[in-house]
């Protein structure tokens, strides 16, 4: 079971791979604390099968460094946020069995995203929080989505094998996206697109379609309606669209239950917060 009881500096991980499950295992042992300044919040958003469970899971147990790119870290900030995240899978002698999970542990699940740097600041510490990662199962456009209207940025997910294998589906997804874009709180004053936070739109199950890597993120989107790129034209003035695969290949079905071969190997699943970090950051000026 992972157990989370402080916030930890991660001043001991691995150059080229994170493993979450012990780095969080060890935070009641060896936790040092990080400065509680205000953080940049970032929301996780999606309905029911909209895939955020496996995303999480990517991020917080199987995620692998990008070469020549900032190594990001992902951790549950709390028992239950680490419990949830450890029902999500089990380990298997052929892979990773998939294990289907409850509801989000309330609205205020919390993950932390830490940068790592190959080398010790002044404080012998070789990570910091930059962000928080706060998932939502709130009904498109709801007020009471956790620190919305104090976001940093939203990521807005979408399942690409699912809506295409299914026109209800299909329907139902856009009809949720574009009534939560319109819903985003927007720029006071501001002439349209008045929604200034960034927008990542994140397909996730990419996995599960042959040609993903040669198919255009934003006309794959459009695919499932045209509405769906006017929306974020109309409403967003940065947004983004993102081409996300949670375990790298498409699941098999052993023993009645959908199993990954191997170890799963995420892809793009830190280009949407990467792109978010970079859009809140201070530039400096020419």
């Known amino acids: 079971m992972i157990h989370v009881t402080r916030e930890v500096v991660l001043d001991d991980a691995s150059p080229e791979r994170y493993d979450s499950r012990t780095q969080c295992s060890r935070v009641s042992q060896r936790g040092v604390c990080v400065q509680n300044e205000r953080r940049r919040s970032i929301i996780l958003w999606g309905p029911p099968g909209s895939g955020k469970s496996l995303y999480l899971s990517s991020l917080v147990m199987w995620l692998t460094r990008v070469r ?8 549950p900030a709390d028992d239950a946020a680490a419990s949830w995240i450890g029902r999500r899978s089990a380990a298997r002698a052929d892979g990773v069995a998939l294990t289907p999970t409850g509801p989000l542990p309330g609205e205020t699940a919390l993950f932390r995203i830490y940068a790592i740097s190959d080398t010790a600041d ?81 397909l996730t199950q990419t996995d599960e379609a042959a040609d993903a890597t040669r198919r255009d993120a934003l006309q794959w989107l459009e695919s499932f ?59 400096a000026a020419a």
């Open 68 to 75: 020549d790119e900032q190594p990001f870290a992902v951790l």
């Open 122 to 202: 002044a404080t012998r510490s070789r990570s910091a929080v930059v962000a928080d990662l706060t998932p939502s199962e709130a009904a498109a456009g709801d007020p009471s989505s956790p620190r919305l209207n104090d976001a940093a940025g939203v990521m807005l997910l979408l399942p690409v094998a699912t809506m295409a294998a299914s026109a209800e589906a299909r329907d139902a997804y856009v009809s949720w996206f574009t009534t939560t874009l319109a819903r985003l709180p927007e720029q006071p004053g501001a002439a349209p697109p008045a929604v200034w936070m960034p927008v990542a739109v994140c």
């Open 225 to 283: 309606g045209s509405e769906t790129v006017r929306a974020l034209r109309a409403h967003c003035a940065r947004f983004s669209v993102f081409k996300v695969s949670s375990l790298g290949r498409a699941p098999r079905r052993r023993d009645g239950i959908d199993v990954v071969v191997g170890s799963p190997e995420s892809r793009g699943v830190l280009a949407p917060i990467r792109w978010i970090l970079a859009e809140t950051t201070p530039r």
